[in-house]
RNA sequence: CGGGGCGUAGCGCAGCCUGGUAGCGCACCUCCUUGGGGUGGAGGUGGUCGGAGGUUCAAAUCCUCUCGCCCCGACCA
């Protein structure tokens, strides 16, 4: 292609509402544009990297014997009803109405459709094992899209669903699907891992997410220094200390902390560390309850563990300010476990601890010298904190590092949630009705070509991996329009390239060389190409890497051979 | 949905407090210049100041309402 029959509209300023690195790459390299709140067109150059990427999902899924549908984006509420998710999804789900007032809804995901389709036109076990997959829009109105098309309410997904007449078959699947994500991200040039994630309402049996790993990352992931162990924050299990609890030595005291409330000032005022202190928290409990947790000073409370405790009330909250005054006559800075007449849960390293600093449930007064079981009633045992770097991995083996991460694709054993809700049977092969067991697959296609920008760029501008690059190539002449040497000598160039089924871009455009180079540093396309006078005399362009510091000088008769090379040992990479 | 902020030319912003001619940089158009890392110069196009209502002789500016967007907390590919 040539510069001249592409839009090419870069920006040299950043757009005052684009957060993070790879929305405003994005926007400045013109790929993308908004057109209201998480919703976005793509230009041509973002739509290229955009196809690739799908196409090497696409490849690989039907090497993995998926089958390609496209199912309607537009979905009835009946089917929704069925499933019991026209309540249950919330103001996410995209409502509409038809001229007759019929109740339809934007797809978010195709779970119904698919259970449907598949009840109606699998009748027997000899049908299955089957995959089905497609590659589509999906509209989630999320409560706060941001970050460009990595959290856009439209967004493009590929999403597979499959079926089985048993655990051990959707087992298989569960494996090979996760080596496809793996093949898929590794082809798209993307530094990820595979971790154990929340199965979340459905429950049980088994789920990863593949994370992209990035600075930007909204989720953080743990992962063992040693080991193959790499799980979500919010999942990873803090294990409970391996030593036994040291005796209580001190006698407990109550200190005056004047304005003392957060860890670090009360640490800090009464020259104790941190995890010397324990930190409570309050929270709605079961029945209007009230009931309180308790991590060490230096830890965070993991929400979605505290959770699912049963003595807690769900969705998880804290106890208002009054609550608080209610059951310990004093506000959230000064709360300690000592004296509660409240149900107290500790995380398994706070219970670990002995001769600790708490708060007195009194404004300004702290006690110091606490043990468990003698100064306070030995609590409830429970992991509610978030691990942290350097805790042992719940493996066995090693120390957690944390690193934060996009997620780009995760993988689930949806089990029989949707099969029996929909009535979706076949026969067994001993002519038994049996419920089919799903598994169900997806990727955000598009959050993967943003996640790769936050992966790969410098102050310049994105550095495409090669795989997903908008071109693989580009040409630049220096002065074509005055120099018919040059002119011709690009014309040839790119006949060749094209020749040898490299993806290059001819800059045809009357601009300076400043204006060139900086576009395609900008873009990011990998392998630049400069003929130019200064160069032809001696039979040579000009060639650079992006990633190259500097050029070098390459004869023309081995161009086309350089480049098929460097390609695919880029790919290999 | 709660808390904070912003809407002035395609983009980035100033002007608003203290009402009186709508401005700067980039981009865009024309001409000259330059011609291997966003050349330099001259001239030019483009804005009912988000919308509606109000106060006033007069509103981008003050007041009320409204719409949109962005940022901080609960969702997910």
Not at 185 to 204: E, K, W
Not at 439 to 460: L, M
Request: glycine share 8%; net charge negative.
């Amino acid at each position: 292609m040539r510069t001249s029959q592409l839009l090419i509209c870069t920006l040299k300023e950043t757009p005052a509402d684009a957060e993070v690195i790879s929305h405003q790459l994005m926007l400045r390299a013109g790929m993308i544009r908004k057109l209201a709140a998480g919703v976005y067109t793509w230009l041509p150059m973002g739509l290229r990297a955009l196809r690739k990427v799908e196409q090497i999902v696409r490849d690989e899924m039907n090497r993995a014997g998926a089958q390609e549908v496209l199912m309607p984006a537009v979905q009835p509420a009946e089917l929704w009803q069925e499933s019991g998710r026209w309540e249950k999804y919330g103001p996410e789900l995209l409502r509409i109405k038809d001229r007759h007032q019929r109740d339809f809804c934007f797809g978010p995901t195709h779970e119904e459709v698919i259970t449907d389709l598949i009840r109606r036109e699998i009748r027997s076990y000899k049908q299955l094992p089957a995959n089905f997959y497609q590659i589509q829009t999906k509209f989630r109105d999320e409560i706060r899209p941001r970050f460009g098309v990595m959290r856009a309410r439209e967004f493009l997904m590929k999403d597979a669903y499959s079926f089985h007449t048993d655990e051990a078959s959707l087992d298989q699947t569960y494996r090979t699907m996760h080596e496809t994500y793996c093949r898929i991200f590794s082809r798209c040039g993307l530094n990820f891992r595979p971790v154990q994630a929340d199965t979340g309402s459905i429950g049980g049996e088994g789920s990863h997410e593949f994370h992209v790993l990035a600075q930007s990352g909204e989720d953080a992931i743990a992962f063992s220094d040693t080991s193959g162990y790499a799980a979500n924050v919010e999942l990873a299990e803090a294990i409970a200390p391996s030593t036994p609890r040291p005796a209580a030595a001190d006698q407990m005291k109550s200190i005056a902390t004047p304005n003392q409330h957060s860890i670090a000032e009360i640490s800090a005022f009464l020259n104790v560390a941190p995890e010397q202190t324990l930190k409570t928290l309050l929270v709605k409990g079961v029945d209007n309850t009230v009931v309180a947790l308790v991590v060490r000073g230096d830890h965070e409370l993991n929400t979605i563990k505290a959770e699912k405790l049963e003595q807690i009330e769900k969705p998880f909250t804290f106890a208002s300010a009054d609550a608080i005054r209610a059951v310990a006559n004093c506000d959230a800075g000064s709360l300690g476990p000592v004296g509660l007449k409240i149900p107290v849960i500790a995380d398994r390293a706070a219970a670990h601890l002995a001769n600790f600093v708490c708060g007195a449930n009194q404004n300004g007064m702290h006690l110091t010298g606490v043990n468990w079981g003698r100064d306070v009633a030995e609590p409830v045992v429970a992991d509610l904190r978030n691990v942290v770097e350097g805790d042992p991995s719940p493996d066995g083996n090693g120390k957690l590092q944390i690193q934060r991460g996009i997620e780009v694709g995760h993988i689930f054993k949806l089990g029989k949630k949707y099969s029996s809700a929909m009535n979706a049977t076949c026969l067994d092969d001993g002519g038994r009705s049996v419920v089919m067991t799903m598994g169900c697959y997806g990727i955000g296609v598009s959050r993967v070509v943003a996640s790769a920008i936050e992966q790969n760029h410098d102050d310049k501008g994105i550095v495409w991996p090669d795989a997903i690059a908008p071109f693989t190539a580009v040409l630049l002449p220096m002065n074509a329009h005055k120099s018919p040497r040059v002119a011709e000598a690009t014309e040839k160039l790119y006949q060749d390239l094209i020749a040898a089924g490299i993806d290059v871009l001819l800059d045809d455009r009357k601009e300076r060389a400043g204006v060139m180079f900086a576009d395609m540093d900008l873009i990011g396309i990998p392998h630049r190409i400069v003929v130019g006078e200064r160069g032809l005399d001696a039979g040579n362009v000009e060639y650079k890497h992006r990633r190259d510091a500097q050029s070098r000088d390459l004869p023309i008769s081995s161009l086309v051979e350089y480049l098929t090379s460097a390609i695919s040992t880029s790919r290999k990479a």
